[in-house]
C-alpha cells in the first residue's frame, strides 16, 4: 500500500518538474487587466505552466483525475476551488468573488468533459456576472505530441518552447467555435 502511495508523489512530483520545465513567453496586450484566463481543456498543461506562481485562481473538476491536477495546480502556486459542470454552480461563485477583488481567475471554457471546444455555460456566466474583461489563451507550441483524446490534449516536451498569446475575448454573445 505505502508503495502505490509512494510511486503517485513521485508521479505528482514529476509532473510538477515537467510543467516547470517548460519555456514560457507569454505575449500580453497593453491593455492587459484581471480578468477571466479562457483556456480549451486541451491546452491545460501549456496554461498551466504560463500562469504558475501568478496568484491565479482556477476551478477543476471533483473527479478523481481532478483530485491529482489539483493538488498540483497548488503546487504551482494557483488557488483551487473544486467543482463540476453538474455541481459547479457553487463554486464558480468563489471565482466571481475573486474577480471582484481584481484577480485572475482561469477556466476551461469546453470543462473537464466537453464536447471539445464548446463554451459551457458557467464561464460564460462568470464573465458576463462579472463585467471584468475576458481574455482568450492560444498557446503557440514547440516540441510536443498531441493525443486522441475527447480534447485532443497537447503534451509538450520538456523544457520546450511555448509562446503563450493573450487575447481580448471582445464578447461571448458569439458562438463559442469562433475563438479556436
Given at each position: 500500500m505505502w508503495i502505490a502511495s509512494l510511486k503517485q508523489v513521485l508521479l505528482m512530483?514529476?509532473?510538477?518538474?515537467?510543467?516547470?520545465?517548460?519555456?514560457?513567453?507569454?505575449?500580453?496586450?497593453?491593455?492587459?487587466?484581471?480578468?477571466?484566463?479562457?483556456?480549451?481543456?486541451?491546452?491545460?498543461?501549456?496554461?498551466?505552466?504560463?500562469?504558475?506562481?501568478?496568484?491565479?485562481?482556477?476551478?477543476?473538476?471533483?473527479?478523481?483525475?481532478?483530485?491529482?491536477?489539483?493538488?498540483?495546480?497548488?503546487?504551482?502556486?494557483?488557488?483551487?476551488?473544486?467543482?463540476?459542470s453538474s455541481h459547479g454552480s457553487l463554486h464558480i461563485r468563489h471565482l466571481l468573488k475573486t474577480l471582484h477583488e481584481e484577480r485572475n481567475v482561469g477556466m476551461a471554457l469546453d470543462g473537464p468533459k466537453g464536447p471539445a471546444f464548446e463554451a459551457k455555460p458557467g464561464t460564460l456566466w462568470l464573465i458576463n456576472k462579472s463585467n471584468r474583461p475576458a481574455w482568450m489563451l492560444f498557446p503557440r507550441y514547440g516540441a510536443h505530441i498531441q493525443l486522441k483524446s475527447w480534447d485532443k490534449s497537447i503534451i509538450p516536451f520538456p523544457f520546450s518552447k511555448i509562446v503563450m498569446n493573450v487575447d481580448p475575448i471582445p464578447s461571448f454573445k458569439k458562438k463559442a467555435n469562433s475563438f479556436h
Open positions: 512530483k514529476a509532473i510538477e518538474w515537467w510543467i516547470r520545465s517548460l519555456r514560457i513567453k507569454i505575449v500580453m496586450p497593453s491593455n492587459f487587466e484581471s480578468g477571466v484566463l479562457a483556456l480549451w481543456h486541451r491546452d491545460l498543461a501549456a496554461c498551466t505552466a504560463a500562469f504558475k506562481d501568478k496568484n491565479v485562481h482556477v476551478l477543476i473538476s471533483q473527479s478523481a483525475d481532478g483530485e491529482k491536477f489539483a493538488k498540483i495546480a497548488k503546487a504551482l502556486g494557483y488557488e483551487v476551488s473544486r467543482g463540476s
